[in-house]
């Protein structure tokens, strides 16, 4: 009897171990995930003269602006209207409690003195995209 007790606990606490470790795989790739924006959302918007954007320097214009993904890293593209030039800027994508009711830019300065685009958000899309 002391014997079947014992097998009976073995094969219990096996199943437990294995219940555990199926938990937390499914844990781990459920928050591992990424979750790009469901839409990009396209959206104009108007640059002044030398402005950077990380390494880049984009001349003064009207750009198409939207987000894209790549091999697990998020950029935003810069498309010149009325040019097939393109930009891609690497950038962070934080998440916000809502959809963004405009777009808005976001400047500032860097050692050097040049304006630099910081941040960006886009009308209708709920993150903010930081170069």
Do not use: W
Not at 81 to 105: D, F, H, M, W
Not at 108 to 117: I, K, N, Q, V
Request: with cysteine; charged share 20%.
């Amino acid at each position: 009897m002391a014997q079947r007790s014992r097998g009976l606990y073995i094969a219990m606490a096996l199943r437990l171990f294995v219940l555990i470790f199926a938990v937390i795989v499914c844990m781990k790739i459920y928050v591992g995930r990424e979750q790009p924006p469901a839409a990009a959302p396209v959206t104009t918007i108007a640059l002044p003269s030398g402005v950077r954007i990380g390494d880049l320097t984009l001349p003064a214009g009207e750009y198409r602006v939207r987000h894209v993904r790549k091999a697990n890293q998020d950029f935003m593209l810069f498309v010149a209207t009325g040019e097939a030039k393109s930009y891609a800027a690497p950038c962070r994508i934080e998440p916000l409690s809502a959809t963004v009711n405009r777009t808005e830019q976001r400047y500032g300065l860097d050692l050097s003195g040049s304006e630099r685009l910081v941040e960006l958000t886009l009308e209708g899309d709920p993150h903010r995209h930081v170069f």
